[in-house]
Structure formats: C-alpha cells, structure tokens
C-alpha cells in the first residue's frame, strides 16, 4: 500500500522556523522526484519545493526561495521541508507529492496545517 504521511506542522511565531517530514512506504522511493506543494484559505495550491530523485538538484517557488530548504534521505525514504524566518502568508496546508514518468506513479499525502501567527 502507497502511502506518504506528512508530519511536523503546528504553530509558529513569525520569524520562526519549522521542519517538515514526509514518510513514504509501498513504492520505490529513490525512484521518484518530490515536491511540497501548498494550499491557503481561499488560495489555489501553489507549488513550492522540488528535489530530484537523487536529491542532486533542487528549485523553489520565489516566494520561499532562501527561506525554506528541501531535502530527502532515501535511505529512510523521507523528504523534509525545512522552513525558516516564517511570515502569516505561509500559512497553509502543506502537502508532499511524489512523481515519477518512469514508475508511471504519482501519489500524494494527506497535507498538514501549518500555521504562522503571533
């Protein structure tokens, strides 16, 4: 069974920081390029963070560029986002994608609220 499971949102003060995880089980892992995506009240989701499959090559949305980081580990098939000098306008549901053309896949988390308010 396909599953990716979004972990490590909650409330953080402005200027704060946070980290994300993304777990993944039931596909070839390494295999697949990730990307965090977000959704904001009233807002359509707005890609965020990507990586490739062997994590050698990164891009960000401007709107995060220098502020938030992504990474993955595949030796525990887990993604991250690492998200710093947060502002209100990041708060969102954050969701974790993992795509690939080769493996025909393309599955996504369930998201997880983060929220950025003093």
């Known amino acids: 069974q396909v599953q990716l499971v979004e972990s490590g949102g909650g409330l953080v003060q402005p200027g704060g920081s946070l980290r994300l995880s993304c777990a993944a089980s039931?596909?070839?892992?390494?295999?697949?390029?990730l990307a965090w995506e977000r959704q904001a009240p009233r807002k359509e989701r707005e890609w965020v963070a990507g990586?490739?499959?062997?994590?050698?090559?990164?891009a960000y949305a401007p709107s995060v560029k220098g502020r938030f980081t992504i990474s993955r580990d595949n030796a525990k098939s887990t993604s991250y986002l690492q998200m710093n000098n947060r502002n209100p306008e990041d708060t969102a549901v954050y969701y974790c994608?993992?795509?690939?053309?080769?493996?025909?896949?393309?599955?996504w988390g369930q998201g997880i609220q983060v929220t950025v308010s003093s």
């Open positions: 039931g596909f070839s892992f390494s295999r697949y390029a």
């Open positions: 994608n993992a795509v690939s053309a080769q493996e025909d896949g393309d599955y």
């Open positions: 990586i490739t499959a062997a994590g050698d090559s990164t």
